[in-house]
């Protein structure tokens, strides 16, 4: 028997103000709104770091899975660059066995990611906050031009937030009283976390902490303060160990080739924390707001300096711990690793969750003091259309651009796969070290960059190299050659054959 209109108009009601349904539609649409994206190549804003991700899931596909090692065949011989744990590379790895190549298996690796940070905050902010602010959040989450981007970038970067989040809810859980296999997980999310990406450890930590004032102010002298030790020791406290294991064994092996020396952690100082002239540029402070409006938090960040004014005013004790939690943990990474968010638009991704929450939780703190839902959705409305006005700025059209819209193989990769046979290994100079072309083109090699040509072929045999290429072409490729080695013209005007000259 059909149901009556009346009882139709109640289900729907009941349907349509459910948080739950709100954040289940806001994941499956945005889940499908990616997918055409997922097959894309890996090219665009930060191709270097795509490129970079990608060619180790497609190495571990050729050649099998080696947690101790990151594979990056771009300079000879020395072709482990560990970085990162590379247990997201591993998993992008294993969806290829779907079908996938290695580009959409690590996109996808990435949407996953993404969609259980979904999941995570929305589990957290309904605990802290509400139903309803997290699942407006989680709404903002998906849609927002950032996210729409990002949100299935072959990067570490969404999978590094999900194993942090996890590591909060996991310890929140078990703080509150249930039992020690959310200790234990909290403890094994968060060596995952500090392995993977450690970057992302300082907006996790500072999660980690609101979680225990939260309790604390929730339980007052009744404060579990034993649980809330165990968290911070066996959670954080515990991953520093694994950390450094893991920092001594990349530094070894980076150290042991003068191709990668450049990259040992000692090396990368200044290139991680910035300098004290960085720090103190106008200048710079001013492109990060740039991008933070115009592709996440809407026009002159009014939502966020709204938002802060609400909680401040309005806000209860609980509300002005959470909204302080999210700002802290939003500014302490920038503040920590600040050249690697000046360079790299991407590193938001870090904060993103934070900032997608905070004007929403600035218009909870004024629904908790008034009870008056007019005042409530008008001030919503205009939050939203502050927020939403990102997705007009110049950034944020360009990031939606981008979704609809693939970016083209750079030139070089589409000569080198026409004039090199599969399975050349091919000399890059003028290129720095950006894996694109190599893998682009589906061939591994030797990029040029600090190394003397006496370095270079002190550490690999020219031999073992059919080509050479330029990507610059001021650079003399002949000048990068061992004695007694010469070029020879090929189809491409910037691929040359190596060719050893008659002694």
């Known amino acids: 028997m059909n149901a009556s209109p009346e009882r139709r108009r109640r289900t729907t009601g009941t349907v349509a103000t459910r948080p739950g349904c709100w954040f289940a539609a806001a994941v499956v649409v945005g889940t499908v ?6 097959f894309f190549p890996a090219t665009g804003p930060y191709s270097f770091r795509l490129a970079q991700t990608a060619m180790g899931v497609r190495e571990f596909a050729r050649h099998g899975v080696d947690l101790t ?13 560990p970085f990162e744990f590379p247990l997201f590379q591993a998993l992008a790895r294993e969806l290829m066995r779907l079908g996938p190549d290695a580009t959409a298996a690590t996109r996808l690796a990435g949407l996953l990611g993404f969609q259980v940070v979904a999941v995570l905050w929305f589990v957290l902010l309904r605990r802290w906050v509400g139903a309803w602010t997290a699942a407006a959040t989680v709404v903002l989450l998906e849609f927002l031009p950032f996210g729409l981007l990002w949100g299935d970038a072959p990067l570490i970067d969404f999978f590094s937030v ?8 996991a310890l929140d859980t078990w703080m509150r009283g249930r039992g020690w296999p959310f200790l234990a997980a909290g403890a094994v999310l968060a060596s995952l976390l500090f392995l993977v990406k450690v970057t992302t450890v300082p907006a996790s930590g500072v999660l980690l902490l609101t979680s225990v004032a939260l309790v604390v102010v929730e339980r007052g002298r009744r404060a579990p303060w034993p ?12 991953a520093l160990v694994p950390l450094l294991l893991w920092t001594r064994h990349a530094d070894g092996v980076k150290a042991a080739s003068t191709a990668t020396q450049f990259l040992t952690s000692d090396a990368l100082v200044p290139w991680n924390f910035g300098t004290w002239e960085q720090r103190t540029s106008a200048a710079t402070w001013q492109d990060l707001a740039h991008r933070v409006s115009g592709e996440i938090s809407g026009f002159g960040l009014v939502s966020l300096a709204l938002a802060l004014v609400l909680g401040v005013v309005f806000g209860s004790l609980r509300l002005r711990v959470v909204l302080a939690g999210l700002v802290v943990g939003a500014l302490a990474p920038v503040l920590i690793f600040f050249n690697l968010y ?3 638009a991407y590193y938001l991704t870090a904060v993103y969750p934070m900032l997608c929450a905070i004007p929403v939780v600035g218009v909870a703190a004024l629904a908790e003091r008034f009870d008056r839902p007019r005042i409530t959705l008008a001030a919503a409305g205009v939050m939203a259309l502050l927020v939403l006005s990102a997705a007009v700025s110049p950034l944020g059209k360009a990031d939606i651009h981008l979704l609809r819209h693939r ?3 750079a030139a070089l990769s589409e000569r080198l796969r026409q004039v090199t ?3 050349s290994l091919i000399v890059l100079v003028g290129c720095d070290w950006n894996p694109e072309f190599l893998y682009e083109a589906d061939r591994t090699g030797l990029m040029l960059r600090q190394q003397t040509p006496a370095q270079a072929w002190a550490e690999n045999d020219v031999r073992d190299y059919g080509f050479i290429a330029r990507c610059n072409d001021e650079v003399d490729p002949a000048k990068f050659l061992p004695p007694g080695y010469g070029l020879g013209p090929t189809a491409a005007p910037e691929v040359f054959r190596i060719v050893r000259r008659p002694a």
């Open 227 to 238: 649980r809330i030790l165990a968290a911070l020791a066996l959670g954080p406290g515990l």
């Open 69 to 81: 090692a990151s594979p990056l065949p771009v300079f000879g011989v020395a072709d482990n660059v």
């Open 33 to 38: 709104i990616r997918v055409p994206h997922l």
């Open 342 to 344: 000046a360079v790299h």
């Open 407 to 409: 970016t083209p193989i």
């Open 162 to 169: 999900a194993l942090g989040l996890g590591m909060v809810v």
């Open 421 to 423: 046979p599969p399975g």
